[in-house]
């Protein structure tokens, strides 16, 4: 793509924002300027606070936001790389009007670092519907790889959630180094993201009922690391008995980018580039606490544009640690985990997200880039990457355009995301206790803001039919950042009811059906799996598994790594 080409795409598409945003500014903030605004005030151990009253996007239907509630107390000074300790309080009327700083990470949009060390912040929102029943508490973890993302009303306004009366939750906490640095040691013992997370959920379960929620029944729900997060929950001793229901959208903490199991190879890396030679842990982290946090971040942003190994993610703890959230590794855990109800899903075209790399055109013309995707961790030989070639490229007509993108999107989306799929919800089939609600998403409409968002940056490449990792987001939430939003009476405004219907009637009873829905989502089992395909008004329930004939290549695939590993 040419440069003036770039240059028009690239302002094409910040007036397209623009102009959502004006729309949305026009209709929701001046039209609340002009009316005076209510207040609630809430009492909870911590002080008091003063939330805002609103009114949701699609059905103007009544909620409280409280904004940029601290649930922790700042993880800054020697408290960096520890777990979150709890928030001691403040005196007066707090005012949750706008919601708290953001984890310090880089911004690929601003193209710097963003965010502070003091980030330990969550937002309550909490419909106005009158009922006698405490309401259902739906906790949301945001994505990002573990390396960037917030709870920002900038990409989630529960509004469509709220429509269906539950109190919606969304958290910040601590990402890349500041959030997973493991040094097996208690002065820096990993994880510290997750315990952030933990110590959130359990502050909504200790107050949420002055909030008019029900603490007896939280649901936590996620996104690609937001999802990885909710697994690590499921099977974190930790966490048993602090949530009653999971929603895992696109992610699992069995996928390659999910777990760093050479953590202290990535943690002394990290001491090397900042100018430690010190090989005793305790002095390297004392040396690491001295060290500006934005140094830190600014030196993994670089590192890992050319070093795919530099990983900050979840991670499993020493035996010297005292407060381990994964004791063991997650094959280990997953055995023994308890069980809950839980909807688990992927979108059709999770791959289409490497369209957005700025090596496409070498991806779409050169199959040794895909031989990058196969390093010797994973434990692919030269054979097993040849039988992978040979079944996404070999096997089709790789002359066709189309084709080839999509089994490029295919290969990318199954690697990253989709061949752990089944693997992650088999130790609930087996136990065949608590329901498990499969899905697909492939709905693509005019909201898919992460396609459409592909699609300003590469709009040579040849649309593909479906859903892009993360699509699913727009019909759960409103991105304000971008401000796309569905249109009355359209299939996308439809779609969004209907995702958020399914989602709070399981965060309600554990079952997603109800009788205003034209389906059934029945839950999967091991002797009959089955799926719900959410594709907008062709909604249906499909017989058999998803991605059959990928997914039992993949099984085969790994089940030879690990007879080559024995």
Same mark, same amino acid.
């Given at each position: 793509?040419?440069?003036?080409? !770039?240059?028009?795409?690239?302002?094409?598409?910040?007036?397209?924002?623009?102009?959502?945003?004006?729309?949305?500014?026009?209709?929701?903030?001046?039209?609340?300027?002009?009316?005076?605004?209510?207040?609630?005030?809430?009492?909870?151990?911590?002080?008091?606070?003063?939330?805002?009253?609103?009114?949701?996007?699609?059905?103007?239907?009544?909620?409280?936001?409280?904004?940029?509630?601290?649930?922790?107390?700042?993880?800054?000074?020697?408290?960096?790389?520890?777990?979150?300790?709890?928030?001691?309080?403040?005196?007066?009327?707090?005012?949750?009007?706008?919601?708290?700083?953001?984890?310090?990470?880089?911004?690929?949009?601003?193209?710097?670092?963003?965010?502070?060390?003091?980030?330990?912040?969550?937002?309550?929102?909490?419909?106005?519907?009158?009922?006698?029943?405490?309401?259902?508490?739906?906790?949301?973890?945001?994505?990002?790889?573990?390396?960037?993302?917030?709870?920002?009303?900038?990409?989630?306004?529960?509004?469509?959630?709220?429509?269906?009366?539950?109190?919606?939750?969304?958290?910040?906490?601590?990402?890349? *180094?500041?959030?997973?640095?493991?040094?097996?040691?208690?002065?820096?013992?990993?994880?510290?993201?997750?315990?952030?997370?933990?110590?959130?959920?359990?502050?909504?379960?200790?107050?949420?009922?002055?909030?008019?929620?029900?603490?007896?029944?939280?649901?936590?729900?996620?996104?690609?690391?937001?999802?990885?997060?909710?697994?690590?929950?499921?099977?974190?001793?930790?966490?048993?008995?602090?949530?009653?229901? *999971?929603?895992?959208?696109?992610?699992?903490?069995?996928?390659?980018?999910?777990?760093?199991?050479?953590?202290?190879?990535?943690?002394?890396?990290?001491?090397?580039?900042?100018?430690?030679?010190?090989?005793?842990?305790?002095? +390297?982290?004392?040396?690491?606490?001295?060290?500006?946090?934005?140094?830190?971040?600014?030196?993994?942003?670089?590192?890992?544009?050319?070093?795919?190994?530099?990983?900050?993610?979840?991670?499993?703890?020493?035996?010297?640690?005292?407060?381990?959230?994964?004791?063991?590794?997650?094959?280990?855990?997953?055995?023994?985990?308890?069980?809950?109800?839980?909807?688990?899903?992927?979108?059709?075209?999770?791959?289409?997200?490497?369209?957005?790399?700025?090596?496409?055109?070498?991806?779409?013309?050169?199959?040794?880039?895909?031989?990058?995707?196969?390093?010797?961790?994973?434990?692919?030989?030269?054979?097993?990457?040849?039988?992978?070639?040979?079944?996404?490229?070999?096997?089709?007509?790789?002359?066709?355009?189309?084709?080839?993108?999509?089994?490029?999107?295919?290969?990318?989306?199954?690697?990253?995301?989709?061949?752990?799929?089944?693997?992650?919800?088999?130790?609930?089939?087996?136990?065949?206790?608590?329901?498990?609600?499969?899905?697909?998403?492939?709905?693509?409409?005019?909201?898919?803001?992460?396609?459409?968002?592909?699609?300003?940056? !590469?709009?040579?490449?040849?649309?593909?039919?479906?859903?892009?990792?993360?699509?699913?987001?727009?019909?759960?939430?409103?991105?304000?950042?971008?401000?796309?939003?569905?249109?009355?009476?359209?299939?996308?405004?439809?779609?969004?009811?209907?995702?958020?219907?399914?989602?709070?009637?399981? *965060?309600?009873?554990?079952?997603?059906?109800?009788?205003?829905?034209?389906?059934?989502?029945?839950?999967?089992?091991?002797?009959?799996?089955?799926?719900?395909?959410?594709?907008?008004?062709?909604?249906?329930?499909? +017989?058999?598994?998803?991605?059959?004939?990928?997914?039992?290549?993949?099984?085969?695939?790994?089940?030879?790594?690990?007879?080559?590993?024995?």
């Amino acid at each position: 793509m040419s440069k003036p080409w !770039r240059t028009f795409v690239k302002w094409r598409f910040i007036a397209k924002i623009v102009v959502n945003k004006f729309k949305g500014f026009f209709s929701s903030t001046v039209v609340r300027q002009l009316t005076p605004q209510k207040k609630t005030t809430v009492f909870i151990e911590q002080g008091t606070l003063q939330g805002i009253h609103y009114k949701t996007l699609a059905s103007n239907r009544p909620y409280v936001s409280f904004l940029g509630v601290p649930y922790a107390k700042p993880p800054v000074g020697n408290l960096r790389f520890k777990p979150p300790v709890k928030h001691p309080g403040w005196s007066g009327i707090l005012k949750a009007f706008s919601v708290g700083n953001m984890c310090m990470q880089y911004s690929f949009l601003k193209n710097k670092i963003v965010g502070s060390e003091d980030c330990l912040y969550l937002n309550i929102f909490v419909p106005q519907e009158k009922q006698n029943e405490k309401k259902a508490v739906m906790v949301f973890i945001h994505g990002g790889v573990f390396y960037n993302g917030s709870g920002s009303l900038d990409f989630y306004s529960p509004d469509y959630l709220i429509d269906e009366n539950v109190i919606i939750v969304t958290i910040n906490y601590r990402l890349n *180094a500041l959030g997973f640095l493991n040094f097996d040691i208690d002065e820096c013992p990993g994880n510290m993201g997750l315990k952030d997370q933990l110590f959130a959920i359990k502050w909504v379960k200790a107050n949420i009922t002055a909030f008019g929620g029900d603490d007896q029944n939280i649901t936590i729900f996620g996104e690609s690391a937001g999802s990885a997060s909710v697994h690590c929950h499921m099977l974190s001793p930790q966490s048993t008995g602090y949530f009653q229901k *999971a929603i895992m959208q696109s992610g699992s903490i069995f996928n390659p980018w999910a777990l760093n199991e050479k953590h202290r190879e990535s943690a002394f890396k990290l001491a090397k580039n900042l100018g430690c030679e010190n090989d005793n842990p305790k002095e +390297v982290v004392q040396y690491l606490l001295n060290i500006p946090a934005i140094d830190i971040v600014k030196s993994i942003t670089i590192d890992a544009k050319t070093n795919p190994d530099y990983d900050f993610v979840p991670s499993v703890e020493s035996e010297a640690v005292m407060d381990k959230f994964l004791p063991a590794h997650p094959e280990i855990l997953v055995k023994t985990a308890s069980t809950v109800p839980v909807i688990i899903g992927i979108n059709n075209m999770e791959g289409l997200l490497v369209f957005g790399d700025h090596k496409f055109i070498k991806i779409i013309n050169d199959t040794e880039e895909i031989n990058k995707l196969f390093e010797s961790k994973h434990g692919y030989t030269n054979e097993i990457v040849n039988k992978v070639k040979d079944f996404y490229f070999n096997e089709y007509n790789i002359e066709c355009g189309t084709t080839r993108l999509e089994n490029i999107c295919h290969l990318y989306g199954d690697f990253y995301f989709s061949k752990e799929f089944h693997r992650s919800y088999k130790h609930s089939l087996q136990q065949n206790v608590t329901p498990v609600y499969s899905y697909e998403f492939k709905f693509d409409g005019e909201i898919n803001v992460f396609k459409k968002l592909l699609y300003f940056l !590469r709009p040579t490449f040849v649309p593909l039919e479906g859903a892009c990792h993360a699509d699913e987001l727009s019909y759960l939430f409103h991105g304000r950042l971008f401000g796309f939003a569905p249109k009355a009476n359209s299939p996308e405004l439809r779609m969004c009811k209907t995702m958020s219907k399914l989602w709070t009637n399981f *965060a309600k009873t554990g079952n997603p059906n109800s009788h205003d829905l034209k389906f059934e989502w029945r839950n999967t089992s091991a002797e009959e799996p089955k799926y719900l395909s959410l594709d907008g008004d062709n909604t249906h329930m499909v +017989v058999g598994l998803l991605n059959s004939s990928r997914m039992r290549f993949w099984e085969n695939i790994l089940e030879t790594i690990r007879l080559q590993q024995k």
